[in-house]
T-cell receptor
Framework: DGGITQSPKYLFRKEGQNVTLSCEQN?????MYWYRQDPGQGLRLIYY???????QKGDIAEGYSVSREKKESFPLTVTSAQKNPTAFYLC?????????????FGQGTRLTVV | AQKVTQAQTEISVVEKEDVTLDCVYE???????LFWYKQPPSGELVFLIR??????QNEISGRYSWNFQKSTSSFNFTITASQVVDSAVYFC????????????FGTGTRLQVFP
């Protein structure tokens, strides 16, 4: 089945550690996105990429890094510089052959700092 | 500046009641798109509808209907005869012609439908 796969579903991190969240899509979509969801704050854009080997910062990129070495994959690293990383992280992808296409989302990764 | 406001944080209804979720947006762009997404307890966001700024026709899809009014900058979502399976968080989002890569989300409305 086509879709977006995020792993792991739950992730626990000790303070000071970097962790990487995986996002893979088999929809052949050009663009991929990472959002952070906190209670009562909706979704905020962290990073996005429209093409392999290129990506742009979103609204809250500090403390995060990404790579786009393959069209299908867009991993997000939460670094130790992110002071409040506990949140729900959602990956999305979108086709760019038409304007304003909807984004498709994965099932999310819940990250908790312990 | 662009902004989406969903003033209703949480709504509770009993099954078979009709419920309307409000969405008010702000943008200076003349060309923009509005979206509604559903987030069930499993976590992923499910796309429901897309509406462009030039099309003010209301839309109905089964028990779902959407009322887009540019005069009041609103894009409200009504569920008729609600069901327990409608329980979820619903997000309204905005995308403009000047920055089509960004979806600006509202804070969401949690709908609980009780049997």
């Amino acid at each position: 089945d086509g879709g977006i796969t995020q792993s792991p579903k739950y992730l626990f991190r000790k303070e000071g550690q970097n962790v990487t969240l995986s996002c893979e899509q088999n929809l052949n979509h050009d663009a991929m996105y990472w959002y952070r969801q906190d209670p009562g704050q909706g979704l905020r854009l962290i990073y996005y990429s429209q093409i392999v080997n290129d990506f742009q910062k979103g609204d809250i990129a500090e403390g995060y890094s990404v790579s786009r070495e393959k069209k299908e994959s867009f991993p997000l690293t939460v670094t130790s510089a992110q002071k409040n990383p506990t949140a729900f992280y959602l990956c999305a992808s979108r086709n760019l052959d038409r304007q304003y296409t909807e984004a498709f989302f994965g099932q999310g990764t819940r990250l908790t700092v312990v | 500046a662009q902004k989406v406001t969903q003033a209703q944080t949480e709504i509770s209804v009993v099954e078979k009641e009709d419920v309307t979720l409000d969405c008010v947006y702000e943008t200076r762009d003349t060309t923009y798109y509005l979206f509604w997404y559903k987030q069930p307890p499993s976590g992923e966001l499910v796309f429901l509808i897309r509406r462009n700024s030039f099309d003010e026709q209301n839309e109905i899809s089964g028990r779902y209907s959407w009322n887009f009014q540019k005069s009041t900058s609103s894009f409200n979502f009504t569920i008729t005869a609600s069901q327990v399976v409608d329980s979820a968080v619903y997000f309204c989002a905005l995308s403009s012609s000047y920055n089509t890569d960004k979806l600006i989300f509202g804070t969401g409305t949690r709908l609980q439908v009780f049997p």
